[in-house]
């Protein structure tokens, strides 16, 4: 599975962004899929994720900021980012597990700063 990022950039506090992430396949194929963040010098993390039923889990820090959602139709994965603070600034990943491979994109970079 390929998976491309995009829709970082740079945005000040309080503001908002929405993150995509276009799948090379069908994403019922897939049975979950996820948004991880790495800031610099800290590990990677993750922000959130959706199962194929649509099951939704969020890091404490991002709950009722951000949302995460899929369009099956589109083969693409979002994330709505609302709310941003700086400590939000990373480099976002997306991530899809086909039943036990696990696939990653490439980084799209958010920074949030006045």
């Known amino acids: 599975v390929q998976l491309q990022a995009s829709g970082g950039g740079l945005v000040q506090p309080g503001g908002s962004l929405k993150l995509s992430c276009a799948a090379s396949e069908a994403l019922f194929m897939l049975k979950r899929m996820a948004w991880y963040r790495q800031a610099p010098g800290k590990q990677r993390e993750l922000v959130a994720d959706?199962?194929?039923?649509?099951?939704?889990n969020y890091e404490d820090s991002v709950k009722g900021r951000f949302t995460i959602s899929r369009d099956n139709g589109k083969n693409e994965l979002y994330l709505q980012m609302s709310s941003l603070k700086p400590e939000d600034t990373a480099v976002y990943y997306c991530?899809?597990?086909?039943?036990?491979?696990?696939?990653w994109g490439q980084g799209t970079l958010v920074t949030v700063s006045s």
């Open positions: 959706i199962s194929i039923l649509g099951n939704t």
């Open positions: 991530n899809a597990d086909r039943f036990g491979q696990i696939y």
